[in-house]
Each structure stands twice: as C-alpha cells, then as structure tokens.
C-alpha cells in the first residue's frame, strides 16, 4: 500500500488542476464538432439524405472512438516509440493509460489527454465522408472508417505529433490538425469523387442546400466547438491557450466577411448565409495549424486569404469535372494546405514563448527554412492520405458486399430511406379542400423545418431549391 501511494504521488505531482479541468472542457467541445459537421452536411445535401448525413457522421465518431481505445491511442500519439513513421502498441486497450501525464502534456493525466485527442481523430473521416455524400452505404463504410483511420489518420498524426515523428523532429509546426486532420480528411474526399464517381444528375442539374438554417446551426456548432479544438491544444490552462482562442475567433470572421465580399460581387450582388458559414470553416481550417505561433494581426491575413482560397477552389470541382459533393477538398484540403504555408511566413517566437516553449519562428522571425518544413508536411500529408485512401476504395469495391457506392435506386430515392429507412421531412399529397367547390381544387402542403405552403391552384409543382424533392 504505501509502495502503491508513492507511485501515485509520483504519477500526480506535476498535474495541475485548471490544465486538466480546461482539457475535459475542450474535449468536450471538440465532440460538439461532430454533430456540428453533421448539420452542416445535411443543410447542404439534398433533403433526401439530410438524416443519413448527420448519421453518418455520428456513427463515425463511435466507431473510431472504438478503435482509438483499441490501438489508435497507441499507434498516432506513443511516447516509447522510436521510429519515425507510426507508434508502438504500448498504449493497447489503454491499459497503461493512467495519472501519468504524457510527454505531450505534462500538466494533465493521460486519460485527460487520451480522450482529448480521441475527440480529433472521430471528427477526420466524419469531415472526409462529406466527399461521398449522397451516395455512400452506411455499412461500408463503418467498416472503413475504423481501417482508414489506423492506416491514414494515425500515421499522420505520428509524424506530426509524436515526439519521434519525422515532420515533428524535422520542425514542421502543426499546433492543432492542418496536416493530420484537414488536410487528410480533404484528400480523402478528393479520392472519395474519383473513385466513387459522379451523383446522378451532375452537370445536368445544379445541386444547391436545401437547408440553410442547418448549415447555420451547424457551423455555429463548429465555431463554438474550434475553440477548444485550437484553445485546448495548448494543453493547458494558459496564455498560449488564450491566444489560440483569439486568433481563431478573428480567422473565422475574416474568413467569413472575406468569401461573402467576393461572393457578393459574383453572383449578383446578392449576400448569402451559405457564403458567410462557408467562408468562417473555411477561416477556421487554414488557422489552425498556426493557432498556437502566431499573432492576432497575423489572423486577418490566415482568414482572408483563406476564405478567397477555399472561394475560388469550389470551382475546381466544376472546371475538372470532379463531383466533391460538399466541398470537403476545397474548404479542408486546400485551407489546410493555405494554413500551413502561411504558418511558415507568420510563426513567431514570442507567441510560443507565451507558455515558455521555444520554436525558429516563421519568416517574421526570418527564419526562411520554415516554409519549406510546411511545405514538405503538407505534400506528405496529402499525398499519404489520397494515395492510400485510394487504393483503400479499390479493395474494397472488389469485396462482396463492401462496395461504398450505393445502387441507383437508392440514389435515386435517397439515403435517408434506402439505407435507414427513415426520412428527415414528411411530404403532404395533394387533396382536394373540403368544402370548396372549384374545379381541381387542391392543397399542397409541404412539412419542411416548419414551413408550410400550400395552394388552391389546380396544378401545383412546388420543388425546394431544385433538391430532387418535388410535390406535384
């Protein structure tokens, strides 16, 4: 007993209670971003798969949940391994994850920070799947995600942030996910339209958000959930973390006004809420792997020319004749590659020095090698995650059963019904109006978020933001 109190003592004495109590907080914030990503999602889709969207990416978060508790843990973040390229199994099962802090976070116990960075790894391929939207199988792709993350997430996530990960020792600097979680996602979603193809109807029809108020409430959802995504990747309670919180709250806002200015002037003078949400992820994503290095200031320039980047990266999808159905590889691919070169010009010392760490800084700090760093982490990132996520598509297309595309006529119909048999939106058919005597008289009403049309006219074709939805 008292051997057993020493190590206890021992394993504790360098656990500071606001760092751990700050840490539960952004984990809990982060595990908002999954739900969030899903009615972002699902106001983007057409209203025929808004509930499998949302689904999709909750059933996501439990299913590499799973597997970090499994070896996830152990393969991305492991403090005993020495090679450069992915962990050891030390941390199996979590049985040895305990008080004692990790190398990483030294003020916290390792569950806190366990469960902090489990919260990073569940949201990566929820944010990949939006690159198959609308035409993915559920069971599949449970399958896929728990293989795809132990393949491409925790590799990444070793080299980046693993002490003995080769971009970590080479200087990259990737304070919260621009290489491991936004830019593997976006790739991801890029070889998702390859391989997976074309929906019915693209190049035909315009594919527009039949949901607007779930794209707001999802990406306030996001918003509120970055803060501890970036502010608790200080791993403590501290001025760095601070700073992390404002420059991410400034990138987004930038962000937002700066894709919403340029939108205006380009599809007729018109401001959209979808332009502005769209702009503040966009914001969000190129700050994040400079939130811990660099200055408010420095964020106006990660927002702006983040949000005029994703902008005019959406028309790669229509000029190449790739089907991103929600622009996963524009907004996360190409943000989170924005992100990191622009960490390489605006990384400062004194920002890292906040919390007594010490970097060479980025070009303010003329510190010119650094954007090369960034450049190489990004490219590995990209390439690693695309490649793999490939290859990973094509193995499973030859599988009996594992096919991720679904049939034509579960496209057709919708995921929500041919993959769950429910539906987000319940559909009136047309009757005649009791009491009214007119010729053809009829009542259309539509059950859509509590907005109601209807109409006496004899012939009726109501159709929702040309989402495939149509009541006639």
Known sequence: MVQLL????????????SDTSWILVSA?????????????????????????????????????SVQWMIWGYSLALSDTATNPFIGNLTYGLMLKVDNKAHTNAPTIPGTVYAIFQCMFAALTPALA??????????????????????????????WSWAPSGWMAKMGELDYAGGTPVHIASGFAALAFAVVLGKRKGFGEEKFQPHNYLNIILGTALLWFGWFGFNGGSAVASNGRAGMAAAVTHIAACMGGLSWSVVAYFRNGFKFSSFHFCSGAVAGLVAITPGSGFVTPWAALVFGAVGGIACHFAVDLKEKLRFDDALDVFAVHGVGGIVGNLLTGIFASKSVAALNGSEIDGGWIDH?????????????????????????LLYIF???????LRIH??????GADIAEMGEHGYKYATMEPVAGNTGRGSTLSVLEQGGVHHSSGNSSITNSVEKTGVTNT
């Open 397 to 403: 297309k030859v599988i009996p059963g594992m096919n």
């Open 129 to 158: 799947i939006g690159g198959a939207a609308e035409r993915v199988r559920v069971f599949p792709i449970i399958i896929f995600c728990f293989i795809w993350t132990t393949i491409v997430y925790d590799p990444i996530a070793y």
């Open 367 to 391: 510190h010119w090698k650094q954007f090369g760093y960034q450049l190489a982490g990004s490219c590995a990132g990209a390439a690693w995650s695309f490649g793999i996520t490939v290859i």
């Open 28 to 64: 809990a914030l982060v595990f908002i971003m999954s739900p969030g990503v899903g009615y972002f999602y699902s106001g983007m889709a057409r209203s025929k798969n808004a509930v499998s969207m949302v689904f999709l990416c909750m059933i996501a978060m439990a299913v590499v």
């Open 408 to 413: 034509e006529e579960g496209e057709i119909s």
């Open 6 to 17: 020493k190590r206890l003592e021992t394993d504790e004495s360098h656990i500071n209670g």
